[in-house]
């Protein structure tokens, strides 16, 4: 299957910094990523859809001033938690779906961050 | 709309006998269904999944899931469980007309005892 590559594994910050959380598809184009969250012992919540070229589209009740996406070519997007809070401190998980070879979604390794 | 219901939040299981993790589906077009294990502190690895073809669905493990349209269901099931299937379970649907958007259910967690 195809390869979506998340990358840090593991961020751990100072409240009020900002961390970027890159999402990479290695061998195929997605015009289209998500970003999700997940809480301890929860379920994944979709935060946003990241669009090449566009504006991502986020879902009710998510801060788009405090996590900034940009998905500013085909293999890339990024998310960035502004000015972390401890609140902030969860298990972020990115996919995308190549559309051209499947109909499933690849997800990345998914990324901890803590912020202290 | 498109939504998801795991009926068990924990199933707890001998090893060698039997699995089954409970999921039902509402969906207002022919959907896509899926499901997901994720271990601990991991990324998700997709298991098996259904996209109008076959109802009976065989996946990886030795996990099969069937389509039940009267039913609305989508349960996953294995004959005989391994220790190393314990993890977390998510029922998936896909938002048809949203370009991949997807819908998880609440989770299942898997134990195993020996």
Same mark, same amino acid.
């Given at each position: 299957?195809?390869?979506?590559?998340?990358?840090?594994?593991?961020?751990?910050? &100072?409240?009020?910094?900002?961390?970027?959380?890159?999402?990479?598809?290695?061998?195929?184009?997605?015009?289209?990523?998500?970003?999700?969250?997940?809480?301890?012992?929860?379920?994944?919540?979709?935060?946003?859809?990241?669009?090449?070229?566009? &504006?991502?589209?986020?879902?009710?009740?998510?801060?788009?001033?405090?996590?900034?996406?940009?998905?500013?070519?085909?293999?890339?997007?990024?998310?960035?938690?502004?000015?972390?809070?401890?609140?902030?401190?969860?298990?972020?998980?990115?996919?995308?779906?190549?559309?051209?070879?499947?109909?499933?979604?690849?997800? +990345?390794?998914?990324?901890?961050?803590?912020?202290? | 709309?498109?939504?998801?219901?795991?009926?068990?939040?924990?199933?707890?299981?001998?090893? +060698?006998?039997?699995? %089954?993790?409970?999921?039902?589906?509402?969906?207002?077009?022919?959907?896509?269904?899926?499901?997901?294990?994720?271990?601990?502190?991991?990324?998700?690895?997709?298991?098996? &999944?259904?996209?109008?073809?076959?109802?009976?669905?065989?996946?990886?493990?030795?996990?099969?899931?069937?389509?039940?349209?009267?039913?609305?269901?989508?349960?996953?099931?294995?004959?005989?469980?391994?220790?190393?299937?314990?993890?977390?379970?998510?029922?998936?649907?896909?938002?048809?007309?949203? +370009?991949?958007? %997807?819908?998880? +259910?609440?989770?299942?967690?898997?134990?195993?005892?020996?």
């Amino acid at each position: 299957g195809a390869v979506v590559s998340q990358h840090p594994s593991r961020v751990i910050c &100072k409240s009020g910094t900002s961390v970027k959380i890159e999402c990479r598809s290695l061998d195929f184009q997605a015009t289209t990523m998500f970003w999700y969250r997940q809480f301890p012992k929860q379920s994944l919540m979709l935060m946003a859809t990241s669009n090449e070229g566009s &504006k991502a589209t986020y879902e009710q009740g998510v801060e788009k001033d405090k996590f900034l996406i940009n998905h500013a070519s085909l293999t890339l997007s990024t998310l960035t938690v502004t000015s972390a809070h401890p609140e902030d401190s969860s298990f972020y998980i990115c996919s995308a779906r190549d559309w051209g070879r499947d109909t499933e979604a690849f997800f +990345g390794q998914g990324t901890r961050l803590t912020v202290v | 709309a498109q939504s998801v219901t795991q009926l068990d939040s924990h199933v707890s299981v001998s090893e +060698g006998t039997p699995v %089954l993790l409970r999921c039902n589906y509402s969906s207002s077009y022919s959907p896509s269904l899926f499901w997901y294990v994720q271990h601990p502190n991991k990324g998700l690895q997709l298991l098996l &999944k259904y996209t109008s073809a076959a109802t009976l669905v065989k996946g990886i493990n030795g996990f099969e899931a069937e389509f039940k349209k009267s039913e609305t269901s989508f349960h996953l099931t294995k004959p005989s469980a391994h220790m190393s299937d314990a993890a977390e379970y998510f029922c998936v649907v896909s938002v048809g007309n949203q +370009g991949g958007k %997807l819908i998880f +259910g609440q989770g299942t967690e898997l134990s195993v005892k020996p």
